[in-house]
Antibody
Framework: EVQLVESGGGLVQPGGSLKLSCAAS????????MHWVRQATGKGLEWVGR??????????AYAASVEGRFTISRDDSKNTAYLQMNSLQTGDTAVYYC??????????WGQGTLVTVSS | DIQMTQSPSSLSASVGDRVTITCRAS??????LAWYQQKPGKVPNLLIS???TLQSGVPSRFSGSGSGTDFTLTISSLQPEDVATYYC?????????FGPGTKVDI
């Protein structure tokens, strides 16, 4: 069974930083792309970014709204993906979901972790 | 970047009705389109990928069609448990943009 468990969410002040983790199990983590998606309360889904697998040189891509502030990384030895968030703004307040793409047409989601940016 | 639009933004239908939601991409995305169902307070659930491939465990009343720029999600006979917001998402290339969602009520 595919499991994705996000952690690291919480309350942070504007301008601060936070690092989310996504612990994965039940599938070939090293062969999978990993994404982050967020959803502000009462709003739609927003794709944040993704990191590809080793075969694709761990290529990353980001939404324009977070480019230059957020960084996605992964540690295949720990089956874990990360989302480093810097220069956080109130508009970054959302539930952050970790999503795996083990093959091109399959996506599995974690339960999400809440990030609140507020003074 | 390719933009994704959905119509309608919301709809209300009766149990047993046939419901169709449209998703349009601003440029061609082949068949790299997914549909998600999200119930209030829940994690999005993947219904369909590759525009028309029903995921395991998803009721057969759901179907998807289309390619290129125009796609549809059809619920052949709406059930009370289908009350949710439905999102399309392109995944042909980054950014993997979502549509704004369609809220379905009964």
């Amino acid at each position: 069974e595919v499991q994705l468990v996000e952690s690291g969410g919480g309350l942070v002040q504007p301008g601060g930083s936070l690092k989310l983790s996504c612990a994965a199990s039940g599938f070939s983590f090293g062969g999978s792309a990993m994404h982050w998606v967020r959803q502000a309360t009462g709003k739609g889904l927003e794709w944040v970014g993704r990191i590809r697998n080793r075969a694709n040189n761990y290529a990353t891509a980001y939404a324009a709204s977070v480019e230059g502030r957020f960084t996605i990384s992964r540690d295949d030895s720990k089956n874990t993906a990360y989302l480093q968030m810097n220069s956080l703004q109130t508009g970054d307040t959302a539930v952050y979901y970790c999503v795996t793409q083990p093959n091109w047409n399959v996506f599995y989601w974690g339960q999400g972790t809440l990030v609140t940016v507020s003074s | 970047d390719i933009q994704m639009t959905q119509s309608p933004s919301s709809l209300s239908a009766s149990v047993g009705d046939r419901v169709t939601i449209t998703c349009r991409a601003s440029q061609g995305i082949s068949s790299y389109l997914a549909w998600y169902q999200q119930k209030p307070g829940k994690v999005p659930n993947l219904l369909i990928s590759a525009a028309s491939t029903l995921q395991s465990g998803v009721p057969s009343r759901f179907s998807g069609s289309g390619s290129g720029t125009d796609f549809t999600l059809t619920i052949s006979s709406l059930q009370p448990e289908d009350v949710a917001t439905y999102y399309c998402q392109r995944y042909n290339s980054a950014p993997f943009t979502f549509g704004p969602g369609t809220k379905v009520d009964i």
